[in-house]
């Protein structure tokens, strides 16, 4: 394949340094045009279908166009400019037509059940097996069934979806940027850590302006809901945060410029007219087609059982919270905007410690160490330094390796920037295969927005995390492991492929639970100034910390489960009830905690409007379950003689059981192999602090 254009380099890693804006369409386009050769080819008549001369050819040619749409789709979400984003939406179209016509197209369809029902299926490996089990469902959930003129419906559909939906990303993102607030008098920002305020003189300046400039990215608007003293101060910022991308948009162009409340109900109209075509009653019940949870009703019942054991916790952390901020703080009315300042203070008051104490013990450099010593023991590899070309001057490579030989390799990409997406998360550059006899190792990108290391006398500092942003980094490296450290080398359930969306969550946050255990963050921690380690006392102050306001917390995502849940299963617009409608019904049963009327969240939800997650949120409490289940294995672990070998030894468990299979079993099986047994609630509420 042609090299000139470096999209279509697949010789090596992608050349990031060489992509520009102008090599996207001509890329596209032959990708496009070399796809639609090999399926015409594949459409015609062959006696037997076989996975070598129909499979491997059509899985040989999609890779590659997944791959470098793939790069485009990471660098519109990295590095957005507005020519990026010009040829991304120019070209969206063209790629999910190709896939919607894939999806319908009979011929091949009919070659898939002509394999599985073909005497060579049964000599085939589990991990193909269920590729071909996977493709017919898929076939069917994308169309191929329907008669022609439902089918031309549907594709439309698809093609509306996937603008809308990048729609809804775009106007997050630009509502994101162009929030700015200057700050002139340092005194409104007392109660402010230093590196905070030194981050935002540092903004202020980089703009040309005197003073602290402040913006909704989480690490610049978010300490000031946590410290500042300033009750206006954090009312305006949470304002504009909680109405970004809505028609109360606080910003300073035309206000309804970004609003997503249209392209909310255009998403799930679209979502629900997709459902009728299918021939289901409402979209949740597509979208748990490929999910561990059998129904909707089995969700619902899932979160509202979960909703009534946390709700007696969530009243109490409530009215300890609201007693104290009396008490202690002058505010005998609590707004939204001081909740995380109140919780801050109490959490201070009560363990004598704050988040800010902590964070100075959390370099980048020692927690990136922690993490990578604690992989390396619990799963038997080395991670050392890689190069390879990036898409901006902070991103670092990552090779893995296991007894030399190359397992992957990972781009971290860890500080908010301009252009780039909030959030975190893990997304694949290129999955493990073997093909011809040729072994492709898996390629991740991990995605965080912490702070950036701060400037300070012209000496570079280190960026300090919050033991929430190790967390976090903690979660993000779990997929990436799941994705890596796979040994399935047939493309369809290779890593992350195939695995169901609910059970997806299980690794990242079962690692999660090692940024609680002394001896994973005492090889991790150091003083900024000092160098010295978390002191002991510090961490048990931590621990005794760990299930504050916990109550709160699992209700507030059992609520956002709830409404996605609701939004996909019984709203109808037609209706004319509002999306606003159904969420302040599920909140006057669940919440204890009412945001103000302004509040418009939904407009900026992207993991179900602009991401996977759609009638999907719900997976983080059910893999919660997964999660909190698996690592009990290993405190059990720790509870028996020679506890170390044996913490290890259940490592390569999870590793052989969980990490390495992805998802050429159904993830059930993964998990009863691995534990033993079915997965059991009980660990996920002692975690929680919430067991009886």
């Not at 011809?436 to 000496?459: H, M, R, S, W």
């Not at 509002?578 to 900026?604: C, G, L, M, T």
Request: glycine share 6%; aromatic share 10%.
């Amino acid at each position: 394949m042609t090299t000139d254009n470096p999209l279509l380099d697949f010789g090596g890693l992608p050349r990031f340094d060489a992509i520009k804006p102008e090599h996207v369409t001509p890329a596209i386009d032959e990708l496009l045009a070399k796809n639609r050769a090999v399926v015409t080819q594949l459409e015609a008549p062959v006696d037997p279908v076989t996975w070598q001369n129909f499979v491997t050819p059509l899985e040989n040619a999609t890779e590659l166009l997944g791959r470098a749409w793939g790069i485009v789709s990471h660098l519109n979400n990295v590095a957005d400019t507005p020519e990026l984003r010009a040829v991304y939406n120019e070209n969206l179209p063209k790629v999910t037509e190709f896939w919607t016509e894939l999806a319908q197209n009979e011929a091949l369809f009919a070659k898939y059940k002509a394999l599985q029902a073909s005497p060579e299926f049964a000599t085939l490996s589990p991990a193909r097996k269920r590729i071909v089990e996977n493709a017919i469902r898929d076939f069917r959930m994308g169309g191929a069934e329907l008669p022609a003129e439902q089918k031309e419906r549907f594709a439309q559909i698809q093609e509306e979806h996937a603008a809308t939906s990048t729609r809804f990303s775009e106007n997050v993102l630009d509502a994101t940027n162009d929030w700015k607030l200057l700050v002139e008098d340092e005194a409104e920002l007392a109660g402010l850590p230093d590196d905070v305020k030194h981050a935002a003189k540092t903004l202020a300046e980089k703009d040309g302006k005197q003073g602290w400039q402040f913006t909704l990215h989480f690490p610049s608007y978010y300490p000031i809901l946590q410290f500042a003293d300033s009750r206006a101060l954090r009312e305006k910022v949470y304002r504009a945060n909680a109405t970004k991308a809505s028609e109360l948009g606080d910003v300073f162009s035309e206000r309804d410029k970004w609003d997503n409340g249209a392209n909310i109900v255009k998403l799930l109209q679209l979502r629900a007219e997709e459902a009728q075509l299918l021939g289901y009653q409402n979209f949740a019940e597509v979208s748990l087609v490929p999910k561990m949870a059998q129904s909707p009703e089995q969700v619902i019942g899932f979160l509202e059982d979960l909703a009534k054991r946390a709700r007696p916790y969530a009243e109490k952390d409530l009215e300890e919270l609201k007693t104290f901020a009396a008490e202690h703080l002058g505010l005998t009315e609590l707004n939204a905007w001081d909740l995380p300042y109140a919780s801050e203070k109490l959490q201070q008051h009560r363990y004598a410690f704050s988040a800010q104490e902590v964070k100075q013990y959390f370099p980048e450099h020692k927690v990136i160490d922690g993490l990578f010593k604690l992989v390396q023991n619990l799963f038997g590899v080395q991670i050392l330094p890689d190069q390879a070309p990036t898409w901006h001057k902070d991103v670092r490579f990552f090779r893995i390796e296991r007894d030399g030989n190359l397992v992957g390799q990972f781009y971290l990409d860890l500080y908010a920037r301009p252009g780039k997406n909030s959030g975190a998360w893990m997304d694949d550059a290129r999955s493990r295969r073997v093909e011809a006899g040729q072994l492709q190792t898996p390629i991740a990108y991990l995605t965080c927005n912490f702070t950036e290391p701060a400037v300070i006398d012209g000496k570079v500092q280190p960026s300090l995390f919050t033991h929430d942003e190790v967390i976090t980094l903690f979660h993000e490296f779990g997929h990436g492991l799941h994705h890596m450290l796979t040994v399935v080398e047939e493309l369809g359930v290779s890593g992350i492929a195939g695995v169901e969306w609910d059970a997806v969550e299980l690794p990242s946050q079962f690692m999660e639970n090692f940024c609680w255990e002394w001896n994973v963050l005492s090889h991790m921690t150091a003083h900024v100034k000092t160098g010295e380690p978390l002191p002991r006392a510090l961490y048990d102050k931590m621990l005794a910390a760990k299930n504050f306001q916990s109550g709160l917390q699992t209700l507030r995502q059992v609520e956002f489960s709830l409404l996605d849940m609701h939004l996909h299963y019984d709203y109808q617009p037609e209706s004319g009830k509002s999306v606003q409608d159904v969420i302040d019904e599920v909140r006057s049963r669940f919440a204890v905690i009412v945001p103000p009327a302004f509040n418009r969240f939904q407009n900026s939800f992207g993991h179900i409007f602009a991401g996977g997650y759609a009638a999907g949120y719900y997976s983080y409490k059910w893999a919660e379950v997964l999660s909190a289940d698996a690592y009990a294995a290993f405190e059990e672990a720790a509870e028996l003689e020679g506890a170390d070998e044996r913490v290890v030894d259940t490592g390569r468990k999870f590793l052989h059981e969980i990490l390495s299979v992805g998802g050429s079993r159904p993830a059930l099986e993964s998990f009863t192999a691995f534990r033993g047994r079915e997965p059991q609630i009980d660990a996920l509420l002692r975690h929680s602090g919430m067991a009886a």
